[in-house]
């Protein structure tokens, strides 16, 4: 999996197929609606091999050069939090490498998506947690702002 991980190009082109693909069939993909579960029964083994996918519902990863934000000690979706250590390591589990260094690197990488790593995320609306993430992204349910705030 970690080769994967290192070559995010790769997934950014299984993403832009499965997109496609799901472009086709929209009408059916409504949140709560008859294929939630088994998008989110499908996400949680692809994703979870692949990203170790927390299932948080609103998935950022061609945002984030293909690393799962989530997997952070501390969940920060926008960025390292300044305890990185020399090392690129995570200041909470010193032999993990910090999420947000693997994800600058890795969107470097990515020629369509690389560029949003630069793009300020909304907090997470943990009312989504444990969703389709598909499914959220085409309902427009990932795209409404957390309570609280608001979208620039």
Known sequence: MRFLQNHPQLLAQAYNLT????????????????????????????????????????CVLHSTGMTC??????????????????????????????????????SKLLPVYGSQILHVLPPLDRRLEGSSAWINDFSGAADRAAAGWQLP
Do not use: H, Y
Not at 40 to 48: C, F, L, N, Q, Y
Not at 74 to 85: I, Q, S
Not at 92 to 97: G, H, N, S, V
């Open 19 to 58: 997109r496609r693909a799901l472009l086709l069939v929209r009408g059916w993909l409504q949140p709560g609606g008859r294929m939630q579960r088994a998008f989110v029964a499908v996400e949680a083994v692809s994703k979870g091999a692949l990203f170790d996918c927390r299932m948080c519902g609103q």
């Open 69 to 106: 934000p989530m997997t952070c000690p501390k969940n920060l979706r926008n960025g390292p939090c300044g305890g990185v250590r020399l090392n690129g390591n995570c200041e909470i589990l010193p032999d993990m490498p910090c999420v947000w260094v693997l994800a600058w690197e890795r």
